[in-house]
């Protein structure tokens, strides 16, 4: 079993910024994507942006060139910098790890999410 424990969330203003991270505990494999989505009420949970194992990012177009994913390896922790964001943003964040000891055998985990708010 793997925890997934975020932090970081809350309220801020159009055009400021916030840092989530989220730490990975437990029975941890070095196959790995690990990231952030996010979700409204009454929406789909939409990805953010990712990194793998080898260092791959990827990003949704809205938040291209706004949002920055980076990793801590030997901390096992993924951090998600936010400029510049926009009331649009406003969703709860849930941290995201897929792992496993082969491609063929890999579990999803999902944290519990953190409140993003963007508003003035």
């Known amino acids: 079993q793997v925890q997934l424990v975020e932090s970081g969330g809350g309220l801020v203003q159009p055009g400021g910024s916030l840092r989530l991270s989220c730490a990975a505990s437990?029975?941890?494999?070095?196959?790995?994507?690990m990231g952030w989505y996010r979700q409204a009420p009454l929406n789909q949970r939409d990805l953010v942006a990712t990194?793998?194992?080898?260092?791959?990012?990827k990003y949704a177009d809205s938040v291209k060139g706004r949002f920055t994913i980076s990793r801590d390896t030997a901390k096992n922790t993924v951090y998600l910098q936010m400029n510049n964001l926009k009331p649009e943003d406003t969703n709860v964040y849930y941290c995201?790890?897929?792992?496993?000891?082969?491609?063929?055998?890999?579990?999803?985990?999902w944290g519990q999410g953190t409140q993003v708010t963007v508003s003035s």
């Open positions: 995201y790890r897929h792992q496993g000891t082969s491609y063929r055998q890999m579990t999803d985990y």
């Open positions: 437990g029975t941890i494999f070095t196959i790995y994507t």
């Open positions: 990194i793998t194992d080898g260092g791959t990012t």
